[in-house]
């Protein structure tokens, strides 16, 4: 329980440092693809990339080899001030809070390239103390470099603490962007019996009952069908119940069998549809996978206007093709055609879509 006055939430924690936000903007972050920037062939891509997704993030933890952590800070340092990011975010994952690098991650990033640096994600985060410490860590560094708006946050929810402590951690700081599902990690702390980055598993699953015999026996050895179950959806509604709950961001996190892109967009959607708005791309072609699912498609905003044109000023309850419409649909109507709108701004080709909805459709 913190004894910190709500008064001083929003008090900068370092003299001279920008005042905290008091809400986190809601910038298109549909896919944040993750690259290296110690490996010279994909850092020499991203000045390419820029425009074609919706952020762009420098990994400096897990997948970067012990001997290229420094390459990995330099290269990013040296990519994001020869870069012009123009509407693409650029974030980083920093070491591990227990790591040898995450000290000289956070002074060395922070002076050299702060203003450009959008959000920092924090992997293994176990619980508020651990924000609080990059919180002033970030407010000192920030004042020093006379950053002018500040760095936000994101935390990998991939611990079991950090799962029990998830409320506390979204509500940490006035920086708390967001939280990404780290299935990985979360899986080997939590000694889950997987062997797999993300996505599902053959073994976790219900199987329908077994038919009866002549003589009224159980056949327990027909064939049955099998619906495998989603070993995340437990930790990603939790996820999303706070990250609501506290005005920020819930995110998917990898999937790591870059070559079943069916698996990955049905891992994706089951995450857009439980609230998340974005997720990590390990590829190039998980990119367009998030794109798609993560923007409304035609179908959805075209039935949402309807509701929201048949509703007026949204009290009483209207009949649509059979189903009945009332405040609480339209609510929900409402949250899609905000995020079309949203990202009709950053994406043409998405507003040429949604703008050819015919009105006969709304209106009928
Ligand atoms: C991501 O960092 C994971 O551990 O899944
Ligand atoms: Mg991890």
């Not at 040898?100 to 994600?121: N, R, S």
């Not at 950090?162 to 006035?174: F, K, L």
């Not at 077994?210 to 995340?232: E, I, K, S, Y």
């Not at 009949?319 to 899609?336: F, H, N, P, T, Y």
Request: charged share 25%; with cysteine; glycine share 8%.
């Amino acid at each position: 329980m913190s004894h910190q006055s709500a008064k001083d939430f929003f008090r900068p924690l370092a003299v001279g440092a920008p005042a905290p936000l008091r809400e986190i903007p809601a910038r298109p972050s549909r896919a944040i693809h993750f690259f290296d920037p110690s490996n010279e062939k994909m850092a020499a891509k991203i000045p390419g990339m820029v425009g074609t997704v919706d952020v762009l993030l420098g990994n400096l933890e897990d997948a970067v080899k012990a001997d290229n952590k420094v390459a990995a800070r330099e290269g990013l340092v040296k990519i994001a001030q020869s870069t012009d990011f123009g509407p693409t975010q650029l974030w980083t994952r920093i070491n591990a809070l227990d790591s040898p690098w995450v000290l000289d991650d956070l002074t060395t990033l922070v002076p050299a390239i702060g203003e450009k640096l959008d959000v920092i994600m924090v992997p293994k985060v176990q619980g508020a103390e651990d924000i609080h410490y990059v919180d002033r860590l970030l407010a000192q560094l920030e004042a020093k470099a006379g950053i002018s708006r500040p760095i936000l946050i994101h935390a990998i929810l991939e611990t079991a603490r950090g799962v029990a402590n998830v409320e506390e951690i979204c509500g940490a700081s006035p920086r708390m962007q967001g939280l990404s599902l780290g299935p990985a990690d979360l899986a080997a702390d939590r000694k889950m019996k997987t062997t797999r980055v993300g996505g599902g598993h053959p073994g976790y699953l219900v199987r329908e009952d077994p038919p009866r015999d002549a003589n009224g026996d159980t056949r327990v050895d027909a064939q049955r069908a099998v619906f495998q179950q989603d070993l995340w959806h437990y930790t990603i509604a939790k996820m999303v119940d706070a990250c609501a709950m506290h005005g920020i961001y819930p995110y998917y996190g990898p999937f790591g069998d870059i070559a079943d892109v069916v698996a990955c967009e049905d891992q994706f959607r089951n995450a857009f549809l439980l609230g998340c708005v974005g997720t990590w791309s390990l590829h190039p072609k998980q990119i367009a996978i998030a794109n798609k699912v993560f923007s409304p498609s035609v179908e959805d905003i075209a039935h949402a206007r309807r509701v929201v044109a048949a509703m007026g000023d949204g009290t009483g309850a209207v009949m649509i093709d059979g189903k009945m419409e009332d405040d609480a649909s339209l609510k929900q109507c409402l949250v899609l055609v905000a995020l079309a709108e949203q990202l009709a701004e950053i994406d043409p080709e998405l507003k040429a879509a949604y703008d050819a909805i015919p009105d006969s459709e709304v209106d009928a």
